[in-house]
């Protein structure tokens, strides 16, 4: 049977031929691309880990973390809690972290909630364990408020319009509304008293800084600085208070060292660090017995050590309201010294 | 009408032409396979990951255009809005059909009322400004510290966005890929979130004005620390290090730094109203070095105690003296 064959117009045998055309340059293109990898790719195939989200918390310390948190009526759970380690508190705070990290952090437990009945507003907690009451100090301390008022809860905790701080023990708290009202200042307070009670207490010691005098102290200036205390590497746990004198402002800061010799050997290392910043080592017969005194243009440091103490006065802005605080830290610490023959750890209940 | 409808195939012909097709399909999908490699090209020794996300600074803007627009006030979408007319619209930096990317501060699940985020009305401006300009598109990501979902949703930028019509990006896995930056000692190897910008024409960087614990300021340049994945924190340590290679990363068409409420103390967290303070500034700029060197001000502190602005300065990421790229100066409250 003979074949028949169709008849194609050119249009038609035109528009064949230009797709096929295309085809035919499509592959070329898909045949070229096959062997030009996204460099991408290739670096991923070599082995860089995309890492992931913040590690879980094992069950058991889960647990442990949710038992904090109370249940208090018009506090409306919005999430789990969750909780961080030292390796990962960084996946939840960023760098504020490193603030925490310095002062011993342990971990730390958050829960955030709905609060109230209408116009709910969001309350989040968070619990650090810093590992023992002194740290819990130095965290508090190191972010306080100027100017918010102290409050009756623990002995160290005050609030701000929207949130409440405080510290119990090795904790420290912070329950933290995004809006301000007495009607919520007063659940917060609630929430507060009733995670208190899940908190283990633990007998408070006289702090260190119930040394430092009251007289033309702020008392919201109290800090206990973790690590590298003005910039020094290792000048580590202590005491500041700022003061405000007739002769000018000054700050005044106490340590308290496990070996007389330890103590020694941090007032060198700061000695030495003043030298290097330029200060000069000046004279004046006001002086406390064995403090030394530095001078930079119109700011004057002074350091002392007797036994275990290490204490002094930093960046005086006169000579004479440097002169002043150092003689009433010396006397006072010479009566401790001679009370109790050593300081005391803790820092419950410092001013 | 069909030419061919009129001749009969008969039954030879068509068991042939269908014995053709089979064998031709047949033979395709062997070729395939035969060709198919589930394990996917081998790694080759040296291959460089992607070295950047690109340069997207407006390249025509009309000579003698302000590049940088500070405002005053207390209505973040007025100060937006004035503060872009004084740009010259957004249309200056937006064209028609543009797929643009706009990259918040979105890292904590904290609500807008503390400052630690962008704040919402701000996102919510200039989406819409990139919409009336004419945009195809317009995303909204960042890689939040917190876990991604609550912290679009807690903030407001995930309502802000969907109000406006932007889509919100998340920051899944597969978006990540390795970045080597060019010289840079720390981006290398890093997954970055390069899936956010495929087919992406402009970006926008939309910033809060934060104290930050490590690097004493978290503004524009911070923010873009936002693009990386991975175990990022590890460069806490070298924190000025890391944002002055963020600021050769990305070439952002505008900066949008938010200062009308600035976090003052206790930063990049915050948590109380204590920390915050009403400091009535927003700043339009092109340039992210410009703007930061606004917003140290505005933080009560000076370019010294911000060392990496001048670390990007000399990087060629912009000019921390930001008078020189002669600022308008507008007042929206009189």
Redesign the interface.
């Known amino acids: 049977m003979p074949r028949r064959k169709a008849k194609v117009g050119p249009i038609q045998k035109f528009c064949s031929y230009a797709i096929l055309a295309t085809l035919g340059l499509i592959f070329v293109w898909l045949l070229f691309q096959q062997f030009r990898f996204n460099p991408a790719v290739l670096a991923a195939l070599q082995g860089v880990q995309l890492k992931g989200r913040p590690q879980a918390a094992s069950g058991e310390s889960t647990a442990a973390a949710a038992a904090l948190f109370p249940e208090v009526p018009g506090f409306s759970p919005l999430a789990p809690v969750q909780s961080f380690g030292p390796d990962n508190l960084s996946d939840k705070i960023d760098g504020k972290a490193e603030l925490y990290l310095s002062a011993g952090f342990a971990r730390m437990s958050c829960r955030s909630f709905n609060v109230g009945d209408t116009d709910q507003a969001f309350v989040e907690v968070f619990v650090y364990d810093m590992g023992s009451a002194s740290n819990a100090y130095a965290v508090f301390s190191g972010q306080r408020r100027p100017g918010s008022p102290s409050i009756s809860l623990t002995a160290n905790a005050y609030a701000t319009p929207n949130a409440l701080f405080f510290t119990q023990g090795k904790f420290y708290v912070e329950i933290v509304a995004d809006r301000a009202s007495e009607a919520l200042a007063n659940s917060l307070q609630a929430y507060a008293k009733a995670l208190l009670a899940q908190i283990p207490s633990e007998p408070g010691a006289t702090g260190q800084a119930g040394l430092f005098p009251k007289e033309g102290l702020a008392p919201d200036t109290v800090r206990l600085s973790a690590a590298d205390t003005f910039g020094l590497e290792g000048f580590n746990n202590v005491f500041t208070g700022e003061y405000t004198l007739k002769d000018g402002t000054v700050t005044a800061f106490l340590a308290e060292r496990d070996t007389p010799e330890q103590a020694d050997g941090e007032a060198r290392k700061y000695r030495e660090f003043l030298t290097a910043n330029g200060y000069e080592k000046i004279q004046s017969p006001a002086a406390p017995a064995g403090a030394e005194i530095f001078k930079l243009d119109n700011s004057f440091e002074i350091i002392m050590v007797q036994g275990r103490t290490l204490a002094g006065v930093h960046d005086a802005s006169s000579l004479e309201a440097a002169l002043d605080l150092a003689a009433i830290l010396s006397s006072r610490f010479k009566v401790q010294n001679s009370k109790y023959g050593a300081g005391s750890d803790g820092a419950d209940g410092a001013p | 009408m069909n030419?061919?409808t009129d001749?009969k195939v008969?039954r030879?012909?068509f068991l042939k032409r269908l014995g053709y097709a089979s064998a031709l399909a047949l033979g395709a999908c062997g070729l395939g396979l035969a060709l198919y490699d589930p394990r996917?090209?081998?790694?080759?020794d040296q291959?460089?990951?992607?070295t950047g996300l690109g340069d997207f600074t407006a390249k025509n803007l009309a000579p003698g255009q302000a590049k940088m627009a500070i405002v005053q006030g207390t209505d973040r979408t007025v100060m937006f809005e004035q503060g872009l007319k004084a740009l010259g619209g957004m249309t200056s930096f937006i064209q028609e059909g543009d797929r643009v990317l706009i990259k918040v501060n979105a890292?904590?699940?904290?609500?807008p009322?503390?400052g630690a985020t962008t704040h919402p009305e701000v996102l919510a401006a200039v989406a819409r400004a990139c919409f009336n300009a004419g945009a195809a598109q317009v995303l909204v990501t960042d890689n939040p510290?917190?876990?991604p979902d609550?912290c679009f949703a807690?903030t407001g930028l995930a309502a802000a966005a969907h109000h406006t019509g932007a889509r919100i990006i998340m920051p899944a896995?597969s978006l990540?890929?390795?970045?080597?930056l060019p010289g840079g000692k720390l981006i290398q190897?890093?997954?970055v979130l390069?899936g956010a910008f495929p087919g992406v024409t402009k970006v926008i960087v939309v910033s809060p004005v934060k104290d930050?614990?490590?690097?004493n300021a978290?503004m524009t340049l911070k923010n873009l620390y936002g693009f990386l994945?991975?175990?990022r924190?590890v460069f806490?340590q070298d924190?000025n290090g890391i944002i002055t290679e963020l600021s050769q990363l990305l070439r952002p068409t505008l900066c949008v730094l938010d200062g009308t409420v600035s976090m003052i103390?206790?930063?990049?967290?915050g948590?109380?109203?204590?920390?915050l303070k009403e400091t009535g500034t927003m700043v339009l700029s092109t340039d992210p070095v410009a703007a930061d060197a606004l917003g140290v001000e505005l933080l009560g502190r000076t370019l010294a105690d911000v060392p990496y602005l001048a670390m990007a300065q000399a990087a060629g990421a912009g000019q921390a003296d930001y008078r020189l790229l002669k600022p308008v100066r507008l007042n929206t409250t009189i």
């Open positions: 030419r061919g001749q008969n030879r012909d996917g090209p081998a790694p080759l291959t460089k990951a992607l890292a904590f699940a904290s609500p009322s503390l510290i917190n876990d609550s807690i896995a990540f890929s390795p970045v080597s190897n890093w997954p390069v930050h614990q490590r690097a978290s994945g991975g175990r924190n806490h924190i103390t206790n930063g990049p967290t948590g109380s109203l204590a920390d």
